[in-house]
């Protein structure tokens, strides 16, 4: 019903915002971490996984010494 239809519309919408700050982190000219309290890297750019030579997945996987 209507609301299925305004949740599917809330889901298109944070999917386009998601996919337009992924962009904007994937393309900017300096390496950005997003962590946890418990310093666990939960994101990485590009950029940030050249400096450390890792992927970013290889990044989050690792747990803080």
């Known amino acids: 019903g209507q609301k299925d ?6 889901t298109q ?5 998601k996919r ?14 997003e962590c946890t309290t ?7 750019n ?3 996984a050249v400096f450390f030579r890792q992927q970013d997945e290889e990044m989050r996987a690792r ?3």
């Open 20 to 33: 337009h700050v992924e962009i904007i982190l994937g393309n900017i000219s300096d390496g950005i971490l």
């Open 38 to 44: 418990e310093a666990m890297i939960v994101y990485a």
């Open 5 to 10: 239809v305004y949740r599917r519309q809330e």
């Open 13 to 17: 919408e944070l999917l386009a915002s």
């Open 46 to 48: 590009p950029l940030a």
């Open 63 to 65: 747990s803080p010494a």
